[in-house]
């Protein structure tokens, strides 16, 4: 069983920065693209960024040139670092993990993310 544990949420004034992490529980982490999503409340789940097996990078145009993906494979850890972080990137965050190849895909349970004064 896979396990996906975020952490790194939390409160932050608008302009502020947070940085998540994700620790995967799997093996051959290697074989897993990954990608953060958020939930804002009211409004469905959307893709945040992606990063690949090859360490190739996506980004959702709301969060181009502020957000940051990176994955350590010795680690097992996925990061986001959020920085200029605005009011509308409230939302908890999810990461996800899917393995190559195959139809398997995981969540993590989620983080709290509040951008406010």
């Known amino acids: 069983q896979v396990q996906l544990v975020e952490s790194g949420g939390g409160l932050v004034q608008p302009g502020g920065s947070l940085r998540l992490s994700c620790a995967a529980s799997?093996?051959?982490?290697?074989?897993?693209?990954m990608a953060w999503y958020r939930q804002a409340p009211g409004k469905q789940r959307e893709l945040v960024a992606t990063i690949t097996t090859g360490d190739t990078t996506n980004y959702a145009d709301s969060v181009k040139g502020r957000f940051t993906i990176s994955r350590d494979n010795a680690k097992n850890t996925v990061y986001l670092q959020m920085n200029s972080l605005k009011p509308e990137d409230t939302a908890v965050y999810y990461c996800n993990a899917r393995r190559i190849s195959t139809t398997a895909n995981y969540w993590g349970q989620g983080t709290q993310v509040t951008v406010s004064s």
């Open positions: 799997v093996s051959s982490f290697i074989r897993y693209a």
